[in-house]
């Protein structure tokens, strides 16, 4: 079973520039997130999708990120225009379904670093 | 909000010692899953291990096993015969409907 793709692994932008992530989750996984993780922090979960309606996007600072997951399948976030303190990790997960009850399966993540 | 508590950011351990990892959580909720995570260098989070709150019996993966105190919400887990591989963050983390994550503990593994 293939993992969950990520890319670009790393990425540098300025601030003020704008910079999209890219995930394709575990196939047939209907439960799609991105989460952002901080360095010495745990992942904040950003926003999450059941097939490619939106679940919950309430920690999703919405005036500078969006996201999308087009067909059910893959998905983008989107920072515009970045700052500083969106240098993080960004990781995207996939599950079968939509609770809790199992474990999410990772990715490796994209590292950004805003300057 | 859920809170996942992880008060030890650092612990060290010999190999093939064992190591005890501590977590805490708070919820009002009766029925949640309780999960640890180990994330190394790579960024991979990797599912070590899981508890169903319903369940009394600890959970066991091989040399990992968990220690579920469901009244006290204390969530830990101990890693037996340490093994230089198990050098990662691990990360507790209480799910109910999403997941909450701990801000993780970084465990060295001495030769």
């Known amino acids: 079973e293939a993992g969950v793709a990520q890319s670009p692994r790393y990425k540098i932008i300025e601030k003020r520039q704008s910079v999209a992530f890219w995930c394709n989750p575990i196939s047939g996984h209907a439960t799609l997130y991105w989460y952002q993780q901080i360095l010495g922090q745990g992942p904040k979960l950003l926003i999450q999708f059941q097939n490619n309606g939106v679940v919950d996007d309430s920690q999703l600072p919405k005036d500078r990120f969006s996201a999308e997951r087009l067909k059910g399948v893959d998905s983008t976030l989107k920072i515009q225009p970045a700052k500083l303190e969106d240098s993080a990790v960004y990781l995207c997960a996939s599950s079968p379904r939509g609770r809790g009850d199992y474990g999410y399966t990772f990715g490796s993540g994209t590292r950004l670093t805003v300057v | 909000a859920q809170t996942v508590t992880q008060s030890q950011p650092e612990m060290s351990v010999q190999e093939a010692e064992t190591v005890t990892l501590s977590c805490t959580y708070d919820t009002s909720e009766s029925d949640y899953y309780l999960f640890w995570y180990k994330q190394p260098p790579s960024r991979q989070m990797i599912l070590v291990i899981r508890?169903?709150?319903?369940?009394?019996q600890n959970a066991t993966e091989n040399r990992f096993s968990v220690n579920f105190q469901k009244a006290a919400k204390s969530f830990s887990l101990k890693i037996s015969d340490s093994q230089l591989g198990d050098a990662a963050m691990y990360f507790c983390a209480y799910s109910r409907n999403q997941f909450y994550f701990g801000t993780g503990t970084s465990l060295t593994v001495i030769p």
């Open positions: 508890q169903e709150a319903y369940k009394q």
